[in-house]
């Protein structure tokens, strides 16, 4: 497994406290590229006044520190475009009955 694989398996244990799917498979990770030992994320959030616009993307920095190869992640919240439902996963809107 390459390290954007074990970066994108980190990002997949963390979940939208009000959506019972992981925020990869919800389309809010709009960018993840490596270089040697950097990350750079590039990551939206359901909205704007989210409940969780604060500890979401720290949650996502800090589960990608703790991955033994990575010594900085650079993580940008960006709101362009706007996320809706249709850039979630097939089988996001499966689970979701979408």
């Known amino acids: 497994m390459d390290l954007k694989e074990k970066v994108i398996a980190e990002i997949k244990k ?3 406290p009000e959506i019972p799917v ?8 709009y960018d993840v590229s490596v270089k040697e030992k950097t990350v750079k994320v590039k990551m939206t959030l359901t909205t704007p006044n989210c409940p969780v616009a604060e500890s979401l993307p720290k949650e996502v920095k800090d589960s990608i520190m ?5 010594d900085k992640v650079d993580l940008d919240l960006v709101w362009e475009p706007p996320w809706d ?7 996001a809107k ?3 009955n979408l």
């Not at 703790?66 to 990575?70: A, D």
């Open 85 to 91: 439902k249709s850039m979630m996963s097939e089988a």
């Open 66 to 70: 703790e991955i033994k190869e990575v």
């Open 22 to 29: 992981n925020i990869y498979e919800l389309g809010l990770i």
């Open 94 to 96: 499966l689970e979701l």
């Open 14 to 16: 963390i979940y939208d």
